[in-house]
């Protein structure tokens, strides 16, 4: 089945880019997406890409996609201390019906 | 748009009761639902997947007959934890998909969990 790793922590200072970096194993994903979920709550979309598009732009976000590496990342410009949490990339797979699956997030602390 | 609640957010119970979570969708029609569980500082764990009128599928692993997953309607799924025990401690939460988008399944919007503390 399909592997998705991250790492788990990344540090910044305020101000500064993040880059949060994703790996998966199975060539056949077709969207996959960005999540954050801050402390004791739900999973927030942030952004997703299709397996087609290398790059993507949504304000302070920017996703890449390396489909040949298999190598997800999201930039945050500009990082904020409300950007502290902990973010999850997630995979689709068709051919697995409508699942996705989740990396083991990476926490990003901001600091100020 | 695209907005799933969950209730209770959270609950604590005593070791043997059993306990109900709701998910529901609020503004659109979820023709898929999903179940997963969380452990502190951990990634989501997906437990079963179910479409309205159907049988869940659970994930390998996962009891059936202690987590009892009913998918009445396309805006309501609930998921029942039968005799808890407090190892079920954990974070769950629901998401769901309105289904096929422009001929591929993308959308599942995720609802803000629930809590569930075993004593």
């Known amino acids: 089945g399909e592997d998705v790793e991250q790492s788990l922590f990344l540090s910044v200072r305020e101000g500064d880019s993040s880059v949060i970096n994703c790996t998966y194993t199975?060539?056949?994903?077709?969207?996959l997406y960005w999540y954050k979920q801050e402390p004791g709550a739900g999973l927030q979309l942030l952004t997703y890409?299709?397996?087609?598009?290398d790059m993507k732009q949504d304000q302070r976000l920017t996703v890449l996609l390396n489909k040949k590496d298999k190598h997800l990342s999201l930039r945050i410009a500009d990082t904020q201390t409300g950007d502290s949490a902990i973010y999850f990339c997630?995979?689709?797979?068709?051919?697995?019906?409508?699942?996705?699956?989740f990396g083991g997030g990476t926490r990003l602390m901001v600091k100020p | 748009g695209a907005v799933v609640s969950q209730h209770p957010s959270w609950v604590i119970c005593k070791s043997g009761t059993s306990v109900k979570i709701e998910c529901r969708s609020l503004d659109f029609q979820a023709t898929t639902m999903f179940w997963y569980r969380q452990f502190p500082k951990q990634s989501l764990m997906l437990m079963a997947t179910s479409n309205e009128g159907s049988k869940a599928t659970y994930e390998q692993g996962v009891e059936k007959d202690k987590f009892l997953i009913n998918h009445a309607s396309l805006t309501l799924s609930t998921l029942t934890v039968t005799s808890a025990h407090p190892e079920d401690s954990s974070f769950y939460i629901c998401?769901?998909?309105?289904?096929?988008?422009?001929?591929?399944?993308?959308?599942?919007?995720f609802g803000p969990g629930t809590r569930l503390t075993v004593t």
């Open positions: 997630a995979v689709l797979n068709n051919n697995a019906g409508n699942m996705l699956t």
């Open positions: 998401s769901a998909s309105p289904g096929l988008a422009g001929g591929i399944k993308y959308e599942q919007y």
């Open positions: 199975d060539s056949s994903s077709t969207y």
């Open positions: 890409i299709f397996s087609n598009m």
